[in-house]
């Protein structure tokens, strides 16, 4: 069965305003991972389509911060994870049931950065 990340979009990921430390590289290998993948913001739904179809990257939903519950009741998974930036992230991901993570603490739970190269490592969380 397949996980669930949930991205907040400013603070988080590299495009948002303020840019966060997730990538759309980093983004684009979760997926491939066979993550489902979207983003949970405060933006609307349309600017948040349009922001990953900019950088062509398909997501499965594209949700209001306050609509984590109809993502969980919407997707099967194994596990539903929620990255944001802020204590109103976290709340919202924790009463909806999804384990939640800041910016920096997600690049080290999903992703690992290497020293000897700009790209980035990933490892599949919590492989068998």
């Known amino acids: 069965m397949a996980k669930l990340i949930s991205f ?11 840019p966060g430390t997730i990538t759309m590289e980093m983004v684009r290998r979760a997926k491939g991972l066979g993550y489902i993948i979207g983003s949970c913001s405060d933006r609307t739904v349309s600017n948040q389509q349009r922001i990953w179809a900019a950088h062509d990257i398909t997501v499965a939903f ?24 802020t204590n109103m992230d976290r709340q919202y991901a924790e009463r909806a049931g999804f384990e939640f993570f800041y910016p920096d603490t997600a690049v080290d739970h ?9 790209s980035v490592r990933f490892l599949r969380h919590n492989k068998q």
Request: with cysteine; charged share 20%.
């Open 110 to 118: 999903f992703w690992i950065s290497t020293c000897s190269s700009s």
């Open 62 to 85: 594209t949700v209001l911060k306050h609509q984590l519950k109809l993502v969980k009741a919407t997707f099967n998974a194994e596990q539903y994870y929620h990255i944001g930036d």
């Open 8 to 18: 907040d979009i400013d603070g988080t990921l590299e495009v948002g305003d303020p």
